[in-house]
């Protein structure tokens, strides 16, 4: 469940809507100078990423499955831009 009352935007990607749950978890962030994605290594926003996925997950999703996008889009992402 989202912390506001607003709904999230419509994503096309399962990919696509693990990035937004883990953007808006607080849990990975944008690099301010080329765009890349970067783990923020932060645990309890990785957890709040996990329970919005179980708790949250699009329609037609096992939740276990969201939760599992979740965790490999997440080992996907580095600690550093791979630009700077």
Known sequence: MLMTK???PPIRTLRGWAISVLNEAGA???CEEHGWMQDRAD?????LAIDLACCDAPTGIPPDEAETEVRNV???IGDTCPEC
């Open 28 to 30: 990975i962030r944008e």
């Open 6 to 8: 607003e709904k999230r």
């Open 74 to 76: 997440l080992n996907s």
């Open 43 to 47: 645990p309890r926003a990785r957890e």
